[in-house]
């Protein structure tokens, strides 16, 4: 892209001066690497291997770890414009996530400054029909509603019924999950869930982060990453266990059930867009 930053597929384009000065800005012991995570796009996996060059917060890299107390103030206020804030949790932590659901936000992403020099942003996309694939403890609830033995089949889909799957396919959980998580339910954004404008609004939040990855080839994308921050461990494979790797999309929706991948598919348009927009 044409701001220099790390692209998706690990293609890395002449480095704009912003992106040069907050790279220097993070050797220097100034920058903080902030994961704009959505539910299962490998938060988990790349906390692990930020852990591994340097401090994080617990769990995810969200919760800070007693006495320190700082990660989470910006996370929670959107009050990103503080520069003391900022500081104090660099003194802390090298790397933090904030994640993000439909619904959990209270202040717009567009209202944070990502621009800052002392902010390097991350971003992971992945795959929309793969996410919905992942299972949680929402969906496990949501879902034990209408079928009561469901906690026990949450990450089996090969025991899913057809009946299971249209209620699932039906739900909240797998409607442009990612878009409408990078909308939050401030003023701001009121009225762009689900839409193509929405669609719009995400994207120019995007096109402001700083490093952009594709769960489809994390490794790729961090060995980049790091080795532009002066990571001591570049690629995961030595500090994360290898990610699982499953059957595709399509062959896991009820063992290939091509009219619930269409009505998926079709679901989420706007969600592919994104997807597409983030590794082009």
């Given at each position: 892209r044409s701001d220099g930053r790390v692209l998706s597929r690990s293609l890395v384009n002449e480095l704009s001066p912003l992106v040069e000065q907050k790279i220097a800005?993070?050797?220097?012991?100034?920058?903080?690497?902030?994961?704009?995570?959505?539910?299962?796009?490998?938060?988990?996996?790349?906390?692990?291997?930020?852990?591994?060059?340097?401090?994080?917060?617990?769990?995810?890299?969200?919760?800070?770890?007693?006495?320190?107390?700082?990660?989470?103030?910006?996370?929670?206020?959107?009050?990103?414009?503080?520069?003391?804030?900022?500081?104090?949790?660099?003194?802390?932590?090298?790397?933090?996530?904030?994640?993000?659901?439909p619904g959990r936000a209270h202040y717009s992403l567009l209202s944070i400054p990502w621009e800052h020099p002392n902010i390097i942003s991350v971003f992971v996309t992945r795959d929309p029909i793969s996410r919905l694939l992942s299972g949680d403890g929402r969906v496990t609830k949501y879902m034990t509603d209408f079928f009561p033995k469901f906690k026990t089949t949450v990450r089996d889909h090969e025991t899913w019924t057809q009946e299971m799957w249209w209620v699932y396919a039906q739900s909240h959980f797998t409607a442009n999950y990612a878009m409408n998580s990078l909308l939050s339910k401030s003023k701001e954004d009121l009225g762009f869930h689900g839409t193509r404008k929405g669609l719009e609004r995400v994207k120019s939040l995007l096109e402001r982060l700083t490093f952009l990855l594709d769960a489809a080839c994390l490794d790729d994308g961090v060995k980049t990453m790091g080795k532009l921050l002066g990571f001591k461990h570049h690629g995961m494979d030595t500090v994360v266990?290898?990610?699982?790797?499953?059957?595709?999309?399509?062959?896991?929706?009820?063992?290939?059930?091509?009219?619930?991948?269409?009505?998926?598919?079709n679901k989420n348009k706007l969600d592919t867009e994104l997807h597409d927009f983030a590794v082009n």
């Open positions: 800005q993070y050797k220097a012991g100034e920058g903080l690497i902030v994961n704009v995570h959505i539910t299962h796009h490998a938060g988990t996996t790349l906390c692990n291997w930020a852990r591994a060059n340097g401090p994080t917060p617990n769990f995810a890299c969200m919760q800070p770890r007693s006495p320190q107390k700082a990660a989470r103030i910006p996370v929670l206020s959107g009050d990103w414009n503080n520069e003391t804030i900022v500081r104090q949790v660099r003194n802390d932590f090298h790397f933090i996530a904030s994640e993000y659901a266990r290898a990610n699982k790797h499953h059957a595709s999309p399509l062959s896991r929706l009820d063992h290939g059930n091509k009219t619930l991948w269409d009505f998926l598919m």
